[in-house]
């Protein structure tokens, strides 16, 4: 600015100097003009305007990432097995347990099942879900309690991967499923050593029709010997 404040009687000189001031600080406000300080990098000889447009394309395309990831996260959600007509899909995660012997047995729905020392602790992973199977059982006539899996096709899900076994496999659990009135963990059995067998009793399978069960038929599952 030209200092023609020089010019003026001294009491104005410091009002039209504050009125410049002033008038400097809105336009730079307004992204009209550049704050007149010593520019050190690029950031700082951009206007205001310029400054508020980036942050706003860096906001918008956060944005757009989280809402990319989720989108992705539901696709991989419709194309997960939540087994005949979905009907786990609500049940993901729901967990039952049952204690027998020296365990607490766990097994959340399409998750993971556990075994839990009474006496305390840590865990010993029985595998991780991988997959629902159909099964044929001849356990013959449930007992009159009706905790129990009878005879004919029975929806199953498969846990892998479990906690590795001192000389033999990495856990694994089949955890087999009848109708029931409300989800419950029945029976637990190790068929083989690390190689378990729940049996469950869940208002999940009533409508299951094991000629149209999942496609990967998991065989024929012998009846179920020595609980534990
Ligand atoms: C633990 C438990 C048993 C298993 C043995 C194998 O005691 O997981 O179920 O048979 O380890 O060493």
Redesign the pocket.
């Known amino acids: 600015m030209y200092s023609f404040e020089a010019y003026l009687p001294i009491q104005l000189r410091s009002w039209v100097d504050n009125q410049l001031r002033a008038l400097r600080h809105t336009l730079v406000e307004k992204g009209i003009l550049i704050a007149s300080s010593t520019p050190s990098s690029d950031q700082q000889t951009e206007t205001k305007a310029v400054t508020n447009a980036r942050n706003a394309v860096t906001g918008a395309e956060t944005q757009l990432n989280d809402l990319r990831n989720n989108q992705k996260q539901h696709e991989a959600d419709l194309s997960k097995d939540y087994g005949p007509d979905d009907v786990f899909r609500s049940m993901a995660k729901t967990c039952i347990s049952t204690e027998s012997g020296e365990?607490t047995y766990e097994v959340c729905f399409m998750s993971s099942a556990a075994?839990k020392p009474k006496k305390g602790g840590s865990q010993?992973g029985m595998g991780n879900f991988v997959r629902f199977e159909t099964v044929d059982v001849d356990d013959g006539p449930p007992p009159a309690n009706g905790r129990g899996l009878g005879t004919g096709k029975r929806l199953a899900m498969k846990f892998e991967n479990g906690?590795h076994?001192?000389?033999?496999p990495n856990?694994s659990t089949m955890v087999i499923m009848a109708c029931a009135e409300k989800d419950e963990l029945w029976k637990i059995a190790?068929e083989e050593?690390?190689v378990?067998r729940m049996e469950v009793g869940t208002p999940a399978v009533c409508g299951f029709d094991g000629d149209k069960g999942p496609q990967q038929d998991a065989g024929s599952v012998p009846p179920t010997r020595d609980e534990l």
């Open positions: 365990y075994q010993t906690q076994c001192w000389n033999g856990r190790e050593k690390c378990y």
